[in-house]
């Protein structure tokens, strides 16, 4: 079975809540990306869904039974087809025992499938910090550690990531000190975003920070942070020296970053995808979205995705408004096809 290579050329999908879902994840592959990962899944929602009552014991479903495509709740996010490799699992939770449990079962599922797991030590959204995960457990480094190694200890050496902040207060630096700890404890890479978590999303993302972070470790460092173009990711591997890097907000607006950065590390040209090119990545992504989510939600992720992806053009504004008022695939490919009889010159000309 092929591991994970990590390699500054070949460039991951980041777990992004409400977005990497099987369809959008295997659009970036189809573009280039060469790891992706799931949204994050709540490790106590996939525990209390096997263990009504508690208990330790479960009979897991099966992959067949289990409702995973075009299906609800935290399993519902796992959704993957057998050839999506390397796929990195994102788990967020701060109870060991339950994380612990949550990746065992969900390995049994994927029993045969080369499958990794990221645990979320980054995500600063109230719903996820009041739960004590994500974020703030870099409050609790102590704590954070525990939770770690359980997953470590359940998943294998050499099958677990984490992915950080610098640290939950502003200014309150710790994840050089998490980051060795957690090498130490077996960890396989290490993500590092660095902002704080109260920042949130606000000023810059310190990619010193990075380069910091890799200075002192001996495993894997990822990038991610601020990468919303090709361009910005080769330089942030320049000045970190990161192993690889993550794209997110960058491949929400634009699929095409993964072969724009691939083309950008081999010399060659990145010219923006013509609107064809845009119009039949949109065609991908609505077909996978229909084939693996459920209509309704299939329709709210194009809603969301096509604007981004034609933000560029004129007529977007208008389209937003078509696309609210669409009800179903035949509505959303005849808006598609006004929007292309509208457009007259390539994008950004
Ligand atoms: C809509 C959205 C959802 C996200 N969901 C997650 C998540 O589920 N897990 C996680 O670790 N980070 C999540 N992130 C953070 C991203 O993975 C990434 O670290 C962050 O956006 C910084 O990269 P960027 O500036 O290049 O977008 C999310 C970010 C956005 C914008």
Not at 37 to 49: F, H, L, Q
Not at 240 to 246: C, K, L, P
């Amino acid at each position: 079975m092929p591991s994970l290579e990590i390699k500054p050329y070949l460039p991951w999908l980041a777990p992004l809540a409400g977005y990497s879902n099987a369809p959008f994840r295997l659009l970036c592959r189809h573009m280039g990306a060469y790891a992706t990962c799931t949204e994050m899944v709540s490790a106590k929602g996939i525990y209390y869904s096997l263990h009504p009552n508690g208990c330790r014991s479960f009979r897991l479903p099966g992959p067949g039974n289990i409702n995973m495509q075009k299906g609800k709740g935290s399993w519902a996010l796992l959704a993957s087809p057998e050839e999506e490799s390397p796929l990195i699992i994102q788990l967020f939770g701060a109870e060991p025992d339950i994380v612990a449990i949550a990746a065992e079962s969900i390995l049994q599922l994927f029993a045969g499938r080369e499958i990794y797991f990221d645990l979320n030590m980054g995500c600063s959204v109230p719903k996820v910090v009041k739960t004590g995960s994500g974020a703030v457990m870099l409050a609790d480094p102590v704590n954070a550690l525990k939770v770690a190694e359980a997953l470590i200890a359940a998943a294998g050496a050499g099958k677990v990531g984490f992915k950080l902040r610098l640290g939950w207060l502003n200014g309150e630096n710790i994840y050089l000190k998490l980051g060795k700890q957690l090498e130490d404890a077996g960890a396989a890479w290490i993500t590092l975003h660095p902002r704080y978590g109260k920042q949130a999303f606000t000023g810059k993302a310190d990619w010193s920070k990075i380069a910091a972070l890799k200075q002192e470790l001996s495993i894997p460092v990822l990038a991610s942070g601020d990468l919303l173009s090709a361009a910005a990711a080769k330089s942030c591997l320049e000045q970190t020296g990161a192993d690889a890097v993550m794209f997110a907000r960058g491949a929400m607006n634009n699929p095409f970053i993964f072969r724009e950065f691939s083309r950008l590390m081999q010399g060659e040209n990145t010219a923006r995808p013509t609107l064809a090119e845009l119009m039949d990545a949109i065609s991908q992504h609505a077909s996978l979205a229909w084939a693996w989510l459920d209509e309704r939600y299939a329709l709210s992720q194009m809603r969301g995705f096509i604007p981004r992806y034609v933000h560029h053009f004129a007529g977007v504004r208008a389209l937003r408004q078509q696309l609210t008022a669409c009800r179903n695939r035949e509505q959303l490919n005849a808006i598609i096809s006004q929007f292309i009889a509208s457009q007259t010159a390539d994008p950004g000309e």
